[in-house]
């Protein structure tokens, strides 16, 4: 390599501190997680959330070609300096940027460093390349539940009936789904689901004390964060149906670094009570029952004057 090319390697330790990416790269002491780098460097808006800013430069790095001389500021210069990044796109899709390929060599892999150490380039590469390829840091969730806190399933609002006799236009769907389920305003409800990890090929309880269950009608009415059973991976939040009724959708989007999207979405209705279920004296009400009763017995009294009373001739 020309004399003008050696300054063109880096050794970095500024990785990304997340044991979900980097595995057990993450788990390595602070001596012993120097990359060696050898390419060109890049920049990533900070306004870009997708991307994730896996390996950064030095203070001292820089990105510039070497061969010419640098009479303005470097394209990127410092922390700024992106050796690596990966992003991770909406649909779970994922793609790693870096300007080496030296990077991923044996030649690299077998390198020591100045300190004596061997470079971490072989498992920052194996576990980076996990991650990228959809071996870790992958989510899935299943057996989604909800129902009363007595246990009790929501009620059916219409049920599917068969009417082979008429055409299908006579009698259109209601704006009602068939077969939704519903449940009562002031319910207590319990919303499960559970959450499994991909772990070296197996799938494993999920745990986590940051996940949140949404109930939504355009916007949140309820927020709850859900508690998690590490043994069975099973997520659980309960909470008392709002006091407004109509379509609902139970919401769990559950976005961390690292880690696979998680996006669960149910529709249920809430329903106003019945003219059956009201309580039949309600203490609030107290005053328009009393003004009612005095309201006849006024004018109880009043027709018994009036009819009562005979009119004296002068």
């Given at each position: 390599m020309p004399n003008s090319l050696l300054h063109a390697g880096v050794v970095s330790t500024n990785a990304v501190k997340s044991s979900v990416v980097l595995g057990s790269f993450a788990d390595l002491p602070a001596t012993k997680q120097g990359v060696l780098f050898r390419g060109i460097g890049h920049a990533v808006d900070d306004k870009n959330v997708l991307a994730l800013k896996v390996l950064r430069g030095n203070p001292t790095t820089y990105s510039a070609n070497p061969a010419k001389p640098i009479d303005d500021y470097p394209e990127n210069a410092?922390?700024?300096?992106?050796?690596?990044?990966?992003?991770?796109?909406?649909?779970?899709?994922?793609?790693?940027?870096?300007?080496?390929?030296?990077?991923?060599?044996?030649?690299?892999?077998?390198?020591?460093?100045?300190?004596?150490?061997?470079?971490?380039?072989?498992?920052?590469?194996?576990?980076?390349?996990?991650?990228?390829?959809?071996?870790?840091?992958?989510?899935?969730?299943?057996?989604?539940?909800?129902?009363?806190?007595?246990?009790?399933?929501?009620?059916?609002?219409?049920?599917?009936?068969?009417?082979?006799?008429?055409?299908?236009?006579?009698?259109?769907?209601?704006?009602?789904?068939?077969?939704?389920?519903?449940?009562?305003?002031?319910?207590?409800?319990?919303?499960?689901?559970?959450?499994?990890?991909?772990?070296?090929?197996?799938?494993?309880?999920?745990?986590?004390?940051d996940m949140q269950m949404e109930f939504v009608m355009l916007d949140p009415h309820v927020r709850k964060t859900m508690s998690s059973d590490a043994k069975t991976g099973r997520f659980v939040a309960s909470f008392i149906a709002p006091d407004n009724y109509g379509v609902f959708k139970f919401r769990v989007l559950y976005r961390r670094q690292g880690y696979s999207v998680l996006h669960a979405e149910t529709h249920v209705s809430i329903r106003p009570f019945k003219h059956n279920e009201y309580e039949r004296f309600i203490f609030s009400a107290y005053p328009y029952y009393s003004s009612a009763i005095s309201a006849l017995v006024a004018f109880f009294l009043f027709s018994v004057a009036f009819l009562g009373t005979k009119e004296k001739k002068g």
């Amino acid at each position: 390599m020309p004399n003008s090319l050696l300054h063109a390697g880096v050794v970095s330790t500024n990785a990304v501190k997340s044991s979900v990416v980097l595995g057990s790269f993450a788990d390595l002491p602070a001596t012993k997680q120097g990359v060696l780098f050898r390419g060109i460097g890049h920049a990533v808006d900070d306004k870009n959330v997708l991307a994730l800013k896996v390996l950064r430069g030095n203070p001292t790095t820089y990105s510039a070609n070497p061969a010419k001389p640098i009479d303005d500021y470097p394209e990127n210069a410092g922390a700024d300096t992106l050796l690596a990044t990966a992003m991770q796109a909406r649909n779970n899709a994922r793609i790693l940027f870096t300007g080496s390929t030296a990077l991923f060599s044996n030649a690299f892999f077998r390198t020591k460093l100045a300190s004596g150490e061997l470079a971490a380039n072989e498992v920052f590469c194996a576990e980076l390349s996990k991650w990228v390829f959809g071996q870790s840091g992958v989510l899935r969730f299943r057996d989604i539940t909800h129902h009363k806190s007595d246990g009790t399933p929501p009620d059916v609002i219409l049920h599917e009936k068969e009417r082979p006799d008429l055409p299908q236009s006579l009698y259109p769907d209601p704006e009602i789904t068939r077969n939704s389920l519903v449940y009562r305003i002031k319910d207590e409800i319990v919303y499960s689901m559970i959450v499994e990890e991909s772990v070296n090929g197996q799938w494993k309880p999920f745990a986590a004390n940051d996940m949140q269950m949404e109930f939504v009608m355009l916007d949140p009415h309820v927020r709850k964060t859900m508690s998690s059973d590490a043994k069975t991976g099973r997520f659980v939040a309960s909470f008392i149906a709002p006091d407004n009724y109509g379509v609902f959708k139970f919401r769990v989007l559950y976005r961390r670094q690292g880690y696979s999207v998680l996006h669960a979405e149910t529709h249920v209705s809430i329903r106003p009570f019945k003219h059956n279920e009201y309580e039949r004296f309600i203490f609030s009400a107290y005053p328009y029952y009393s003004s009612a009763i005095s309201a006849l017995v006024a004018f109880f009294l009043f027709s018994v004057a009036f009819l009562g009373t005979k009119e004296k001739k002068g």
